[in-house]
């Protein structure tokens, strides 16, 4: 068996509840249905995770999908030895057999083909046929399915089937309001609550210019940056141009406008 | 007379003596001239003043050369130096004996304002030699007759310099005039339309030639601007202050977008598109905080009070919210000097309100008179509870107008200065009146009014191109108008019959283009899950195995469907030419080109690639017709044969108008691959240009642009002598179908080539 201890998350994320969330989150765990979390990149879709799996005092076990990414990556495969084969395990397959919440992050990236091997797992059934090595696994009484997925990116070929959607209880995240940014902002990085609420407008500029030219606004994430590198005594327009800017976008008329929304906010 | 001349001092009647002139309407002015010469001008040059004035009155060409002399010439002197005083003169001769006597009174009107804005000698010189220059070459002879003419452009130009070079450099007004002398040197009436900047193209290039910020470089920064710090999303439409120099438009917003100047030049160290921005902060912030006020029964004076006050309540929040903002605000706002409110002889109305502005954004800003303070503390008390309102700040600005009225205030001598907010819009959005008055705004109406005459004549608004230019290397800016319609429908059996005819010729082609037909198959190797073992990736993985190493276990393939995504535009040329009968067959070209244009349309449609077609003739530069025909999502169906079968050719082939036209809606295609098909007969003509080389030059241009923007452009040429110039258009691409009969099967068989 896994050690299930190197799982576990061992002092507390800060998380700022946006409303019930929590609430509503401990209601899913405690009747065992999968949860799928959405919202914009950045914006503590994960941190959540990570401290509900805390606050449940439950392993995580966070899988970041990718393209490539097969079933064998989720489920585990026969690797090669001196002697012959030996099968390790994937982490889905880990996290069932010990009972840990398997947080699959962005989990359209993956091929449509991947997401299938999760189905047995997230309806009444509960458990995971590992076909090649003729196992069927029961899950354990504590596992948990999640998932998460940036409706940003919807494109024709980027989208959850529905069979697939059909089996989580959902969970829609946004940027907080921006009382509420800030005071996430202060907290996070302990810089004073003014500036983080000029960061904040800032932010909200570059949110209002997404679909003209920009594809997401700045994320809670950046903005936590910025204020890192303030705090870290980094002058405030450059920290602003570094971790607000730069990163977003390569269209100068949009820099621009940023700059200029940076010096308006910070004068 | 007499009492005037009794009434001169000893020492005038010296200097009028000296001019040795008898022009009544000189005799009224001269004292007042002398004058101010006599204050302005040395010794010297009081002398070479009388000297050249002297000279001007006897030149022959009546009281008015030497009237404007006498009075501008002193002005120029102390701007540029008193060498000046002789060079006037001097040119106004050399005009006098070179016929263009007519344009020697608007060159001295202007010639202070020109001294104005080039303020040394040298380039007074140069702008003096400039005009020469321009005269030279525009006046002409006329082959037969045996007198010169005057230039018709100069005393128009000459009339307009003040405006024009208040815009633009030396070397742009240079650039202007050139350009003016390259393209209407033989067309008297086009000339001066040119240089009285009536014409499009006039203002066009006086446009590139200007300095600033130009709103056409930074009208998607601005937009961003707006939508990103103000989540306002209204549109911005720029006003020109070049040809309304009097009015002196301010920005303004109303139903139909936020105005905003053509261009803005810098002012001091704020950069234009900070003027620009404060501009649209002040007008947005507007737009969230302030509200409507009904102001029929308010005095004009009561108005601006109001609007003061409410100005200062929105720069005010805005400065809250951008604090960035307050040393662009407070670089734009004039500090007005307090002194001014001393003189009981003028209006200082502009002045308080100025004032009062100016204390009520800066508090750093102190000012003795108590009043003023008074109403900006209680300004900052009103705006401490939160973001006030209109209405409060109407309160405010009526007892602000009742306390500061003065009788001196009626003087219709009125201070300006130090007094005009640059950012400012003039607040129309703020009134409302129950009674339609007779100040209503009305600015920009007679645009609108033109406007929609000119809709009225075509269908569809024109489009403006650029033409290249290969004798100057450069675009004649908005050359070129095309008008696009729909092509008249007709009957489709015209073209199934067509269709029937080359029923033969269309078997054979399905076979062919089965055959080309996306076949959906493209081979993903390396895949660890897939629909076949790779076999050769699996051996060597083996090899791997047996050898000791780890093997690779992505041994697999599996399939994807892949299409082709080529767009297509077919451009046919539907000039007068194409009606001449085929040698040897019965038909005409244009027969010809609808059967091969239906069999390719049939083919393409077919195949499925997004196709449109168009056809274009021109019956010169203004009047360029570019009929629809096809759509690129319209199926291939009755009313598109209709179309075909409707096809009518006449007038010439403007062709590099027309190419780019229909790039423009072949670049909005998705398509990976763009092609740009045109079915010509000739070489690029029209009736109104004589360079043959010019339209080809052009159209080569058009080829260039287009592959610029990723079009593969390539002509199917019917015109046997084509050889002498197709190449240098289309460089490769192209062919020339010698027999026309062939044409029909060739056009198809050239399209799948070209895509296979």
């Known amino acids: ?53 805390w606050k449940l005092n439950k392993p995580l076990i966070t899988v970041a999908c990718n393209e490539d990414m097969t079933a064998s990556d989720l489920v585990g495969r026969y690797l090669l030895d001196a002697n012959g084969t030996r ?39 509960r458990t995971l046929p590992l076909d090649k090595k003729g196992e069927l696994i029961e899950a354990h009484p504590d596992f948990q399915l999640v998932i998460s997925y940036n409706p940003g990116y919807q494109s024709l070929m980027k989208d959850l089937k529905q069979s697939t959607k059909q089996r989580f209880t959902g969970f829609d995240f946004d940027y907080p309001d921006a009382a509420l940014e800030s005071e996430i902002l202060a907290k996070e990085t302990g810089l004073a609550i003014e500036v983080c609420g000029k960061l904040v407008q800032i932010g909200q500029a570059a949110r209002n210019l997404k679909g003209h030219g920009l594809d997401e606004g700045i994320s809670t994430r950046l903005l936590v940056y910025a204020a890192t590198l303030i705090k870290n005594g980094v002058e405030t327009k450059a920290a602003c141009r570094m971790a607000m800017v730069r990163p977003i976008t390569d269209d100068a008329d949009i820099r621009d406008t940023l700059d200029h929304a940076i010096d308006a906010a910070f004068g | 007379m007499a009492v005037e001349a009794t009434a001169r001092s000893e020492e005038l009647e010296g200097y009028w003596q ?71 003169r001097e040119f106004a001769y050399y005009m006098s004996t070179h016929t263009n006597f007519k344009a020697i009174v608007p060159f001295l009107q202007t010639c202070a304002a020109a001294a104005e804005c080039l303020p040394t000698q040298e380039l007074f010189k140069q702008y003096v030699e400039l005009v020469r220059d321009m005269m030279d070459r525009t006046t002409g002879s006329v082959h037969g007759h045996h007198t010169t003419f005057a230039s018709p452009g100069l005393p128009e130009m000459l009339k307009q310099v003040p405006s024009i070079l208040s815009l633009v450099p030396l070397g742009g007004f240079k650039n202007w005039i050139d350009y003016g002398i390259r393209y209407y040197n033989d067309h008297p009436e086009r000339q001066i339309e040119y240089f009285s900047l009536q014409s499009a193209d006039s203002k066009a290039v006086l446009q590139r030639e200007r300095h600033g910020t130009l709103f056409i470089d930074n009208e998607r920064k601005l937009d961003l601007y707006l939508r990103g710090l103000w989540q306002d999303p209204e549109q911005l439409v720029p006003y020109s202050q070049v040809f309304d120099s009097l009015t002196k438009p301010t920005p303004y917003y109303d139903d139909d977008g936020i105005r905003v100047p053509d261009v803005f030049d810098d002012l001091g160290d704020i950069r234009g598109i900070e003027r620009y921005r404060a501009a649209l902060a002040h007008m947005a912030a507007h737009r969230r905080w302030s509200t409507k006020m009904v102001v029929d029964n308010w005095s004009p004076f009561q108005r601006l009070g109001v609007e003061v006050f409410e100005d200062c309540r929105v720069d005010f929040l805005t400065m809250q919210r951008f604090p960035g903002l307050r040393r662009l605000f407070l670089a734009l706002h004039p500090i007005p000097d307090e002194r001014l409110l001393d003189n009981p002889e003028a209006s200082a109305i502009r002045v308080k309100l100025a004032m009062v502005s100016r204390a009520m954004l800066d508090p750093d800003y102190e000012y003795k008179n108590t009043d003023i303070r008074e109403f900006a503390n209680r300004f900052h008390e009103a705006m401490a509870a939160g973001e006030s309102s209109s209405p409060e700040m109407s309160r405010l600005g009526l007892s602000f107008i009742a306390r500061m009225r003065r009788q001196s205030d009626l003087s219709p001598n009125v201070y300006f200065q130090d007094t005009e907010v640059d950012y400012r819009d003039d607040n129309r959005h703020l009134w409302i009146y129950l009674e339609k008055g007779d100040d209503e705004d009305t600015l920009f109406e007679h645009l609108d009014i033109k406007k929609k005459e000119e809709e009225e004549l075509h269908a569809l608004p024109p489009r403006h191109y650029d033409e290249w230019d290969y004798s100057n290397q450069s675009y004649r800016p908005d050359w ?31 076979r062919i283009l089965d055959l080309i037909k996306p076949q959906d198959k493209v081979r993903i190797r390396y895949q660890e899950e897939g629909s076949e073992l790779d076999l050769d990736i699996a051996i060597r993985s083996l090899i791997d195995y047996k050898a000791g190493s780890q093997p690779d276990p992505r041994i697999n393939m599996s399939h994807r469907t892949d299409g082709r995504n080529i767009a297509v535009s077919l451009v046919l040329d539907l000039s007068e030419s194409l009606n001449e009968k ?45 009929y629809h025909i096809k759509g690129y999502n319209e199926p291939w169906d009755d009313s598109v044969k209709g179309r075909i079968g409707a096809m ?53 241009q058009a080829v260039k642009e287009l592959d610029r923007d990723g079009i593969y452009t390539y002509c199917i040429n019917l015109d046997p002598k084509a050889d002498e110039y197709v ?30």
């Open chain 1, 1 to 53: 068996m896994e050690n299930k201890e190197q799982y576990k998350v061992r002092s507390e994320p800060f998380y700022q509840a946006q409303g019930d969330e929590v609430a509503l989150y401990e209601a899913a765990y405690n009747a065992r249905l999968p949860v799928m979390v959405k919202g914009p990149t950045g914006c503590g879709k994960s941190r959540f995770i990570e401290y509900m799996a």
């Open chain 1, 87 to 125: 099968w390790l395990d994937g982490p889905l397959t880990i996290a069932a057999r010990i009972g840990a919440i398997c947080y699959l992050d962005e989990i359209v990236e993956a091929r449509q083909d991947t997401t299938v091997v999760i189905h047995p797992l997230t309806d009444h059934r």
């Open chain 2, 18 to 88: 000296r001019l040795g002139c008898r022009f009544a309407l000189v005799d009224a002015v001269f004292d007042e001239c002398m004058k101010e010469a006599l204050t302005s001008l040395s010794p010297a040059g009081l002398d070479a003043y009388l000297d050249n004035a002297r000279f001007i009155g006897k030149m022959g060409r009546g009281a008015e050369p030497l009237l404007v002399y006498l009075e501008d010439a002193p002005r120029v002197a102390v701007l540029v130096g008193e060498q000046s005083l002789t060079d006037l």
């Open chain 2, 480 to 510: 070129a108008s095309v008008y696009e319609m729909k092509h008249p429908g007709g009957s489709p059996a015209k073209v199934d019959a067509l269709l029937e005819k080359h029923a033969g010729l269309a078997k054979r082609m399905k």
């Open chain 2, 582 to 626: 085929v040698q040897g067959s019965g038909q005409t070209i244009l027969e010809l080109s609808q059967e091969a244009v239906s069999l390719l349309a049939w083919s393409v449609e077919h195949l499925g690639d997004p196709f449109a077609i168009s056809g274009f003739h021109s019956n010169t530069r203004h009047d360029v017709r570019y």
């Open chain 2, 648 to 700: 009518q050719a006449a007038w010439s082939t403007r062709m590099g108008a027309a190419m780019r036209h229909a790039g423009h809606y072949l670049k909005a295609q998705p398509a990976d691959k763009k092609l740009l098909l045109i079915l010509t007969d000739g070489e690029p003509a029209d009736i109104d240009t004589r360079d043959p080389q010019s339209l080809i030059q052009d159209a080569r």
């Open chain 2, 727 to 756: 190449s240098d258009i289309f460089g490769r691409q192209y062919t020339i179908v010698d027999k026309i009969e062939q044409l029909p099967v060739k056009l198809p068989e050239l399209f799948i080539a070209l895509t296979k």
